[in-house]
């Protein structure tokens, strides 16, 4: 089994094979450049370095969100595109969980926390425990500051990943010091680990539509929100 992952629901692009059990290759980027600039590009690079073809690959694997709208619908459109020109079995793997997946530690609390723009954030909490990891609280908009506070309140301590753990680690530290942001190296998204989810979900028998898979969005864009603002709310 041969799975091409994606994963574009930040700035970070980040794409991977997973050859049966092993990572053959990964290849992740934060740069100015956009994902339609940038992801095609990385796929091509990716399969041609491991010795790879397009006609090779089993599956493919794509981060569905939450996170940005327009990253996750390059994503997406792009995974549907090849999955469907190949033939081949989609499957959508939520980001907040496959961000946890990056840091799986037994003993504290993880918290994926993705910009969900004035202040709030996209946030879920899961726990490592005998090999798997759990979901604590499912997917949601919370503000930053009281995600903390939440946090704080836990008697687990609590790693915090994502790009608004990465951009707020002196905020985190002071809160308390039960919280700590992860390391540089995992607290971005990894394409690895949505191969890696993508496979555990395919072998249980779940995958998707390729016209019908939608990106994971939890709220709605700033676009819909203005529009109801100034035409009124459909009933």
Same mark, same amino acid.
């Given at each position: 089994?041969?799975? $091409?992952?994606?994963?574009?629901?930040?700035?970070?692009?980040?794409?991977?094979?997973?050859?049966?059990?092993?990572?053959?290759?990964?290849?992740?980027?934060?740069?100015?450049?956009?994902?339609?600039?940038?992801?095609?590009?990385?796929?091509?690079?990716?399969?041609?370095?491991?010795?790879?073809?397009?006609?090779?690959?089993?599956?493919?694997?794509?981060?569905?969100?939450?996170?940005?709208?327009?990253?996750?619908?390059?994503?997406?459109?792009?995974?549907?595109?090849?999955?469907?020109?190949?033939?081949?079995?989609?499957?959508?793997?939520?980001? $907040?969980?496959?961000?946890?997946?990056?840091?799986?530690?037994?003993?504290?609390?993880?918290?994926?926390?993705?910009?969900?723009?004035?202040?709030?954030?996209?946030?879920?909490?899961?726990?490592?425990?005998?090999?798997?990891?759990?979901?604590?609280?499912?997917?949601?908009?919370?503000?930053?500051?009281?995600?903390?506070?939440?946090?704080?309140?836990?008697? $687990?301590?609590?790693?915090?990943?994502?790009?608004?753990?990465?951009?707020?680690?002196?905020?985190?530290?002071?809160?308390?010091?039960?919280?700590?942001?992860?390391?540089?190296?995992?607290?971005?998204?990894?394409?690895?680990?949505?191969?890696?989810?993508?496979?555990?979900?395919?072998?249980?028998?779940?995958?998707?539509?390729?016209?019908? $898979?939608?990106?994971?969005?939890?709220?709605?864009?700033?676009?819909?929100?203005?529009?109801?603002?100034?035409?009124?709310?459909?009933?």
């Amino acid at each position: 089994m041969l799975i $091409l992952a994606i994963d574009t629901s930040t700035l970070t692009s980040s794409v991977a094979l997973l050859k049966d059990n092993t990572l053959a290759a990964e290849l992740t980027i934060q740069t100015k450049k956009t994902h339609s600039e940038m992801l095609m590009p990385n796929i091509e690079q990716i399969i041609a370095l491991a010795g790879a073809d397009k006609q090779d690959l089993s599956a493919i694997a794509v981060s569905i969100g939450p996170g940005s709208f327009t990253g996750l619908r390059i994503g997406l459109a792009t995974a549907k595109a090849l999955a469907y020109a190949l033939n081949i079995p989609i499957v959508g793997v939520p980001t $907040l969980p496959a961000l946890a997946y990056n840091c799986p530690v037994p003993g504290a609390l993880l918290s994926p926390m993705l910009d969900a723009q004035k202040g709030n954030v996209y946030q879920a909490l899961f726990q490592y425990k005998n090999g798997r990891m759990h979901e604590v609280v499912p997917a949601r908009v919370i503000s930053f500051d009281l995600a903390l506070s939440e946090l704080n309140s836990q008697e $687990l301590p609590a790693i915090l990943l994502g790009e608004v753990a990465a951009a707020n680690r002196d905020k985190i530290y002071l809160s308390a010091p039960k919280l700590a942001p992860a390391e540089e190296h995992v607290i971005m998204p990894r394409a690895g680990s949505v191969a890696i989810l993508g496979k555990k979900m395919l072998i249980t028998g779940t995958s998707h539509d390729v016209m019908a $898979l939608e990106p994971l969005y939890i709220r709605r864009s700033e676009a819909e929100e203005l529009w109801e603002q100034r035409h009124g709310a459909c009933v």
